[in-house]
């Protein structure tokens, strides 16, 4: 039998010399699998933020944010319907006004299903093995995102006009109302995100409030410009002279300001109290520093810091539930 010029390369140890069409599929393999460690790496990294929700973990829980309720009404659009509202405004801001509101068992839903999409995505992610998920794998979860981001659009879409309706309130010398209405609708954006269904209450409550809360920081700021930057113009002179002061407060608004803040402080367990107290001087002596208050307390500096950090928060979350922010913001 004659040997062939491969069975003599290979007794005599000589490897085959790769074909073209071999190393083309080689570098095609390769760079398969350096798009799919790619893709991986942006599937993982990808944050899915959710509201938590302890139905999501009964077993009816994919009915629930699956059927919609039976008086559910599709599509939102309305045609051929002018409100009052719509009228002067532009084409755009005019067209919000032809999306009906949601109802109470819409809105819950909607909420319900997004947020239902996010937490069963997460929870299928982190199943996952990062160096091993398959495209289908990957692709099932996005689906279920990019689901959620549908239902959310649905959300922001029916209460655009919320903003309009807020924005012609705060229209200043500082913001234009389309300005106002741009800023707006990112704060009612984050409101969607936010919100969180399971209490039961209704979405406009809540976006109502974080909408003011991010005008009235926007009519301050634009106040402090002006009073900051104000010409030899006269009618720039006179409009800054017309602001009343900031720092300003009547008898009452003061009250009513040391009312809110004893009840603040009387909500503080004792030891969080005391240093905050001491810490800014409300007993109406100098404030102390950390290390004074850790060995008056018998600790350290460090433990008094965590102490007052911890009582700090709680003094935002409770000036927040008593709307401190708008209060104030009201009277500027």
């Not at 760079?31 to 893709?39: K, L, V, Y």
């Not at 009404?73 to 755009?92: I, K, Q």
Request: charge should be positive; charged fraction near 35%; include cysteine.
């Amino acid at each position: 039998m004659i040997a062939t010029a491969r069975s003599v390369r290979r007794s005599l140890g000589l490897a085959d010399s790769p074909t073209p069409k071999r190393v083309d599929r080689s570098v095609a393999a390769e760079e398969r699998r350096a798009a799919m460690r790619a893709r991986r790496a942006a599937f993982f990294a990808r944050p899915i933020e959710f509201i938590p929700c302890s139905a999501f973990r009964r077993a009816d829980a994919e009915e629930q944010a699956t059927v919609p309720p039976a008086e559910a009404l599709v599509p939102l659009e309305r045609r051929g319907e002018s409100p009052a509202e719509a009228r002067g405004l532009t084409p755009y801001l005019a067209s919000l006004y032809q999306t009906r509101l949601l109802t109470r068992e819409e809105e819950q839903f909607y909420f319900r299903r997004m947020n239902w999409l996010k937490y069963r995505a997460s929870r299928s992610r982190g199943r996952l093995d990062k160096r091993r998920a398959t495209s289908r794998q990957m692709e099932e979860i996005e689906g279920w995102l990019t689901e959620a981001e549908t239902v959310k659009a649905i959300l922001i879409t029916s209460n655009l006009r919320l903003v309009v309706s807020i924005a012609k309130k705060f229209v200043d010398a500082s913001w234009t109302f389309d300005e106002l209405v741009s800023e707006g609708n990112v704060s009612l954006m984050r409101a969607v995100e936010k919100f969180n269904f399971a209490l039961g209450n209704r979405f406009s409550t809540y976006a109502t409030y974080a909408i003011q809360r991010h005008f009235f920081r926007l009519s301050h700021r634009g106040r402090q410009l002006r009073k900051r930057f104000v010409n030899d113009d006269e009618s720039l002179r006179g409009r800054a002279d017309d602001e009343p002061p900031v720092d300003c407060r009547t008898p009452q608004q003061i009250d009513v300001l040391k009312t809110l803040f004893g009840r603040f402080l009387g909500e503080l367990e004792p030891r969080e109290r005391r240093i905050v107290v001491a810490r800014f001087g409300f007993d109406g002596k100098p404030p102390r520093t950390f290390r004074e208050l850790g060995s008056q307390m018998g600790v350290c500096k460090e433990r008094i810091r965590q102490i007052q950090t911890r009582a700090m928060e709680k003094l935002r979350d409770m000036a927040t539930e008593a709307r401190l922010e708008q209060t104030v913001g009201d009277w500027l």
